[in-house]
Nanobody, 125 residues
């Protein structure tokens, strides 16, 4: 089965940091744009960040710019999301997936695939 396995979530206080990992299972990352998305209870899934095939280009949703950093290690088939200065509104289940340039950079979740089960991030004091 082709999917991602997300990890690294947990409970953190406001202002804290977490590093999420997203490991490919059953395929290699080399040829894909990869995006991180999140879904909070009662809300639609929203895009967080996207990284290009070679890792040279990234884009971020406005609400995480300057706080989150995305990079990839194709040799390890893993993508990482460093999250700093976390806020309570960052609480959500975080997912990664692959997609086309348009789906990934446009944060169009319907165009993404190989979704994992996600990792829960809770920001609370």
């Amino acid at each position: 089965q082709l999917m991602f396995v997300e990890s690294g979530g947990g409970l953190v206080q406001p202002g804290g940091s977490l590093r999420l990992s997203c490991a490919a299972s059953g395929f290699t990352l080399d040829y894909y744009y990869i995006g991180w998305f999140r879904q909070a209870p009662g809300k639609e899934r929203e895009g967080v960040s996207c990284i290009s095939v070679g890792g040279l280009k990234t884009n971020y949703a406005d609400f995480v710019k300057g706080r989150f950093t995305l990079w990839r290690d194709n040799a390890q088939s893993t993508v990482y999301l460093q999250m700093n200065s976390l806020k309570p509104e960052d609480t959500a289940v975080y997912y990664c997936a692959v997609g086309s340039y348009d789906s990934c950079t446009g944060f169009i979740s319907a165009g993404m695939r190989y979704w994992g089960n996600g990792t829960q991030v809770t920001v609370s004091s």
